[in-house]
């Protein structure tokens, strides 16, 4: 009889807890009425599938702020798809959070980080600090063969970003500074077979201030269906280590992101990504390709275009299926492009609708890439960064 009475209690108790992750709606999973109605903290499994670093796990605690004119569990996926509601861009959520990871290849990361909005979303905040220990390979910018196998590095210390962007009247368009600055520890295998010599290590320090530019159109920041996304930023650094001194160089990185709606449940995208470079830049902050399927700063260069077409096909309210392609390459200068070699990648994946209020997806990508196969895990759009 106890027993029946102490399971019936934590029974009544788990239900309602239980009934806030089901969508009134359609009956299905949702985190919508957690994140908004509640206000709650949202625990967040990691699962690291990046080549460049092994496979690793990890987790992050968020916590999306109120919002007056946040979006409500009253506006259906099809809403979201068609926007009929509104003529304008829903407003982004702020979203605060801490985050810790590690791999197999012994990288690790722990750090904090928030994404704001203020006066009606006129002006927008991202910052965050966090310390990385990150184990990777270069492979020299091109296809140098003195690091056809690679040279294995670790970088440790901390990073710092700070950026703030003001919007232009009524306008998409943003304008703002930027801050980046680290101090970390490099280090570098250099394989030698001689006992009691010491990986080569040089301390390094580094400011970068810059300017951003951005448009913003898109019907959501989670997984778009409709709208631009767009910036452009230049940033001039000072980096100044224990070894060689001080030396500056300059980087350039543009982005595009545009979403059309096609049909009622197919929408495409279209992705261009330029990163350029001038000065004495130092090996780690070289451009790199950046598509599912090649490990990152696995090819690096100066001077780095690359393009990706997503198609994604709604295949009901809750589920999506995702197809992915793309091409890039790498050149010492603008005008050696054309002589370039192809980096191709694509791949297929799968979405769910994991908060319907804010049209935010989660999934899984299966990609290939010049030498391997990869897959990733995607909560919102794959073409966050």
Do not use: C
Not at 117 to 143: A, C, E, H, I
Not at 219 to 240: E, H, K, Q, R
Not at 332 to 343: T, Y
Not at 356 to 361: K, Y
């Amino acid at each position: 009889m106890l027993l029946w009475l102490f399971m019936s209690g934590h029974t009544a108790i788990a239900a309602p807890f239980f009934d806030q992750f089901i969508d009134p709606q359609d009956g299905k999973f949702d985190t919508s009425q957690w994140i908004l109605d509640k206000k709650g903290f949202l625990p967040v499994p990691i699962i690291i599938t990046e080549p460049a670093v092994g496979y690793g796990a990890g987790a992050a605690l968020l916590f999306f702020h109120a919002k007056k004119a946040a979006p409500t569990l009253q506006k259906t996926q099809n809403e979201i798809m068609n926007n009929r509601d509104t003529q304008k861009p829903s407003l982004p959520p702020s979203i605060s959070g801490i985050v810790g990871l590690g791999t197999e290849n012994g990288t690790w990361a722990a750090g904090g980080f928030h994404f704001g909005t203020w006066k009606q979303d006129r002006m927008r905040y991202v910052g965050g600090v966090v310390y990385p220990s990150v184990n990777l390979t270069f492979y020299g910018g091109g296809d140098s063969p003195i690091f056809s196998k690679g040279l294995d590095y670790n970088l440790e210390g901390w990073f710092l970003l700070q950026e703030l962007l003001f919007r232009i009247k009524n306008s998409n368009f943003f304008l703002g500074p930027r801050l980046i600055y680290y101090n970390a520890d490099s280090s570098f295998d250099l394989k030698l077979p001689i006992e009691g010599i010491a990986p080569w290590q040089l301390n390094l320090q580094s400011y970068g201030v810059g300017v951003k530019a951005a448009y913003d159109s898109r019907d959501n920041i989670f997984t778009p269906n409709t709208g631009i996304d767009a910036n452009i930023s230049t940033m001039l650094y000072t980096v100044d280590n224990d070894i060689f001194g001080a030396r500056d160089y300059r980087m350039t990185d543009a982005r595009s992101k545009i979403f059309w709606q096609l049909f009622s449940s197919i929408v495409l995208g279209w992705r261009l990504h330029g990163g350029f470079s001038s000065g004495d830049i130092p090996f780690y902050a070289l451009p790199f390709i950046d598509l599912r399927g090649i490990p990152a700063m696995r090819y690096q260069g100066d001077n780095v275009l690359t393009t990706e077409i997503e198609t994604r096909w709604n295949v009901n309210e809750r589920w999506s299926l995702v197809f992915f392609g793309g091409v890039g390459r790498t050149a010492d200068s603008l005008s050696d492009f054309s002589d370039s070699e192809n980096r191709w990648a694509g791949g297929t994946g799968f979405r769910y609708l994991m908060a319907r209020a804010l049209g935010m997806f989660t999934g899984i990508d299966i990609a290939r890439g010049p030498e391997d196969w990869a897959f990733y895990i995607q909560v919102g759009s794959a073409w966050w960064r």
